[in-house]
């Protein structure tokens, strides 16, 4: 959510659902992926339904499971 003092009557964008999503299909991602806290990225959609190991807890891995990959590198926002 974005709060913007001093405009009136300024469009909203509705929230998309990942089961929507199309590749090729342009995106805007908020949130704090893989301990990347306070991030944004844009770009397009490159794969869908992708399984990808992280690092885990302890030293050990993990897996994302039918993550959405997008073409752009993740930037930290402005806080």
Do not use: F, H, Y
């Amino acid at each position: 959510m974005i709060k913007v003092d001093g405009q009136q009557d300024l469009p909203v964008i509705p929230l998309g659902k990942s089961s929507d999503v199309r590749v090729g299909q342009p995106v805007v991602a908020l949130g704090a992926p893989l301990d990347l806290s306070g991030t944004v990225t844009s770009g397009i959609v490159s794969a869908l339904d992708r399984t990808i190991q992280v690092p885990g807890d302890n030293g050990e891995t993990a897996l994302l499971v039918s993550a959405v990959q997008t073409d752009a590198a993740t930037l930290g926002a402005e806080k």
